[in-house]
């Protein structure tokens, strides 16, 4: 009974909290720690709710906008699933009844989970494989609006946590601070300038090895500015092109052949 009454506890304070940073912090990225990298959860979420919007264009449907509410909720849900990976949760309520419709007066809702992997593609095509009904979620053709979350937890076998509550609203409504996602992303001017501010330097190169080695996400600007080799993959020898413009071995980007073959 104390263990049930500590879980309900830590519940409680963790929405409280994430409402809290919400609302003093709001444009203020969220970042796990792993192996000493900054792992940004928050541009990872809005990254899989763009990747939402891609498929769902697909089929003619219209994009999802995230909503801040939605997304605190669905950080709630990602960590409830660190312990019990079910739609049902400790009280026996779903999704549903975490959503206040004084906030969110939703005229359908449904929810997303998925673990085992921080990658976007790998964690998109399990859902899209998935037996349940994830998929038709993603893709309910009126589904307006869209929380996203993932947690890491290294006590866990699976590690990684996502979590999507997807609503439609009733036409014509708005929902508090709704905007697209990566509507605030990173965009660079010039190939090579992965991070948006106007240089190709040395912060740059640091960034674009964090991409390869998967401790960041680009966006689609800023995967096309890293690939300097102008090859539609970003490798380590895209890090190496970057180095030698920034050392003064290369005068332009993206290097070509013939600059390589120097």
């Not at 609006?145 to 999507?164: C, I, N």
């Amino acid at each position: 009974m104390s263990k049930m009454f500590n879980r309900i506890i830590s519940l409680i304070t963790a929405f409280f909290m994430s409402f809290v940073c919400f609302s003093v912090f709001p444009a203020r990225n969220t970042a796990n720690s792993v192996g000493g990298a900054e792992m940004d959860t928050l541009t990872a979420a809005e990254t899989m709710a763009a990747r939402f919007n891609e498929e769902r264009e697909k089929c003619g449907y219209q994009p999802l906008k995230i909503v801040p509410y939605l997304s605190v909720l669905s950080e709630i849900r990602a960590n409830e699933i660190t312990e019990l990976y079910d739609h049902i949760r400790y009280d026996g309520t779903e999704v549903n009844a975490l959503i206040d419709t004084n906030i969110v007066n939703y005229s359908w809702c449904g929810e997303v989970l998925g673990r085992g992997t921080y990658n976007i593609e790998s964690m998109l095509n399990a859902w899209r494989n998935s037996p349940q009904n994830h998929w038709d979620y993603i893709m309910h053709e009126k589904a307006t609006h869209v929380g996203v979350s993932v947690v890491y937890d290294p006590e866990t076998e699976r590690k990684w946590h996502w979590a999507a509550i997807i609503v439609e609203m009733p036409e014509g409504q708005t929902l508090p601070d709704q905007k697209w996602p990566l509507e605030d992303a990173v965009v660079p001017k010039y190939c090579g300038d992965v991070n948006g501010d106007g240089q190709i330097d040395s912060f740059d190169l640091v960034l674009l090895n964090k991409y390869i080695n998967d401790d960041v996400f680009f966006n689609t600007a800023q995967q096309e500015a890293a690939d300097v080799l102008d090859d539609d993959v970003i490798t380590t020898a895209d890090a190496a092109a970057l180095r030698k413009y920034i050392l003064g071995e290369y005068h332009k980007l993206p290097v070509t052949i013939d600059m390589l073959l120097k």
